[in-house]
């Protein structure tokens, strides 16, 4: 699957970095980790979660990385680790013997608009403070 992104920032996130300089990071990494918590609380809230008692279930297991930077872009991703992340793809698209039951996308979907509005009054705060 290949990752969502949410756009529409940019120029507001231009102007934090003009007014606050070295200090924008900070506010930055609040802003993207903000959002990236609200969109795994709705992906720990829909997905599906095993009957069977042993094992690590997926939605014990979803977390949201530090932040990282590619071609200048940070962002951060939310995902699981190495005990559950080979079973993700099993429930987002289903199997032969198992229909889909979709939650990374329909998280997200579901809870964009809100991260996008953490991300925008985390820096208005950052301007005002």
């Known amino acids: 699957m290949s990752g969502m992104e949410m756009t529409g920032i940019d120029a507001m996130l231009a102007d934090v970095r003009r007014r606050l300089g070295n200090a924008s990071a900070k506010v930055e990494r609040v802003a993207l980790t903000s959002a990236g918590e609200l969109i795994a609380e709705e992906e720990r809230s829909i997905v599906a979660v095993s009957d069977k008692p042993s094992g690590t279930h997926i939605q014990d297991d979803i977390y949201v990385t530090r932040v990282m930077r590619k071609e200048g872009v940070k962002y951060v991703l939310v995902r699981q680790t190495k005990k559950t992340s080979w079973r993700t793809h099993l429930l987002e698209f289903g199997t032969s013997k198992m229909s889909a039951q979709p939650y990374k996308e329909p998280a997200f979907h579901a ?10 009054e985390t820096f208005r705060e950052g301007l005002r403070g």
């Open 111 to 120: 809870r964009k608009g809100a991260a996008l509005n953490i991300m925008v």
